[in-house]
């Protein structure tokens, strides 16, 4: 097929690739980084699996669960509330507003479970290709 925008494949090939990148930034203790990618690789999975039903460009929006909304995608309740919660966290991320407030929140700990949660998320959404 012929896409006129960026198909699917290199959507899925990104979001492969921010998910490495955010591995790198927690182990380099870069959490509020780390958080940031693991919210851009589920998202541009998300964004693959709408071009793909759609054959259009998805919205310039970052909320996760408008995606899984519009591609009907139905995640089991952990996922969801991971969802949720990834949706919430990652938006200081973007614009802190207190960069050492950040720093203090979001501890290697936290950011672990994070990215744990965000592997098992993705290999879900790679079940739906």
Excluded at 84 to 99: A, G, Q
């Amino acid at each position: 097929m012929v896409y006129n925008f960026k198909p699917p494949e290199e959507w899925f090939k990104q979001a492969d690739y921010d998910l490495d990148t955010a591995e790198v930034m927690l182990k380099t203790g870069r959490y509020i980084y780390a958080v940031f990618m693991c919210h851009l690789s589920i998202e541009k999975k998300l964004k693959g699996l709408y071009v793909k039903k759609f054959k259009k460009s998805p919205p310039k929006i970052h909320n996760l669960n408008y995606f899984c909304e519009k591609i009907g995608l139905v995640l089991p309740e952990t996922l969801q509330d991971f969802t949720d919660k990834l949706n919430s966290i990652s938006v200081p991320t973007r614009y802190p507003d207190e960069l050492e407030k950040l720093l203090k929140d979001y501890k290697k700990d936290l950011i672990e479970g994070i990215f744990n949660q965000t592997k098992e998320l993705v290999l879900w959404l790679k079940q739906k290709k």
